[in-house]
């Protein structure tokens, strides 16, 4: 639009104006001192395309104001117009750096609804896949954040090891990144041969590659002085926003819900809750890494621990037969043919379920009128309540303090934005 110095009140009105009143602004005390900035949505601080809108003080933030969506797909209406297993590739891409972890709480959902406990079989695997996502999306969160304030070998490091999963989740589910391996009622085929072997090896030799970056960066002056004391989340302020996961357990409050509302066996793990004290950006930074120690102990008693037998419900009437059953009997094929079509018989009523992901606490709400499509789901994603507080936490902070307090909350857009 063009240079407007006045407005004319009225189309008679002729105004003269000369290029020296163009020039000269109106007067402002606070002209140079206070500036608006926009930071993303395409900024490699953001970790997706988050865009905040920050004013600015001098180098201090003011004012902070979130503006997400821009990876809106419309996930909970597209769940209205499938069958439930229809929708398990669509969890893949809410956390899409945890997806085996979105794969399970989306099937231990639909479960509780139909009323089914998975085989102790099933149920191990599912515990595996949940705490090697636990570990992979901790590394990138560690990796990114350790970027993001000038610490690259420890980038290096971290994606050296997440790598390592990737080829685990490959060997699992024949795919790296969108595994979609998780079915309602149980999994799309068991544990290849060699997997526990190649998992006890990555265990043994995650260990000492987790402790060299923890000496790296915990009694790093630099890194230390860059998140010490910066983005501090009181307990009374992570309650208040609902805050979950490591960013709730970093303000000092003992909340898992792998303890206090157990799913998958976990109340027959030993592990302990992590928590921090102070609720800074150091302390939610220690919480991880204590955190994928842990993992690594609950994964070693998965292995010492998994049973054998079968990893899908017996419910015949919901579950497609065994594919060598279909390729040989009518039967099995009409039957399997049903199932694919007309999907699950569903009863009405309405669930709410939530597991503790690499995040915090995802949560699926299904409202059920009966037959293999729901009336509505409800996506509960920690990173958009965790993202949340921004408003409350940014101002204070000066700008160079915000790639550390965004890495520290550790948030993904897929699904904040659904």
Known sequence: MPFTTREIESPDAVTQVTAADAAVPEPDDDIGEKMVLNMGPSHPATHGVLRLVLELDGEIITKATPDIGFLHRGDEKIAENMQYNQFVP?????????????????????????????????????????????????????????????AMTVFLYTFTEREKLYDLFELLTGARFTTSYTRVGGQIRDLPENFIRQLKKFLDDFGPSLDECDKLLTRNRIFVDRTKD?????????????????????SGIEHDLRRKHPYLDYENYDFDVVIGSAGDCYDRYLVRIEEMRQSVRILRQGIDKLPSGPINVADWKNMAPPKSRVMTKMEELIHHFIVVTEGLDAPPGEIYFAAENPKGELGFYINSRGGGVPYRLK????????????????????????????????????????
């Not at 750096?97 to 099933?122: C, Q």
């Not at 302020?237 to 805050?243: E, N, S, T």
């Open 90 to 150: 669509y969890t893949d891409r809410l956390d899409y750096l945890a997806p085996l972890s979105n794969n399970v709480a989306y099937a231990l959902a639909v479960e509780k609804l139909m009323g089914w406990d998975i085989p102790p079989r099933g149920q191990a695997i599912r515990t595996i896949c949940c705490e090697t996502s636990r570990i992979s999306s901790h590394l990138l969160g560690l990796g990114a954040m350790a970027l993001d304030l000038g």
């Open 230 to 250: 910066v983005g501090v989340i009181s307990k009374e302020r992570a309650i208040a926003y609902a805050l979950s996961g490591p960013n709730l357990r970093g």
């Open 379 to 418: 996506i509960r994603a920690p990173s958009f309540v965790n993202l949340s507080i921004l408003p409350e936490l940014l101002p204070g902070c000066m700008v160079s303090d915000v790639p550390a307090v965004l890495g520290s909350l550790d948030f993904v857009m897929g699904e904040c934005d659904r």
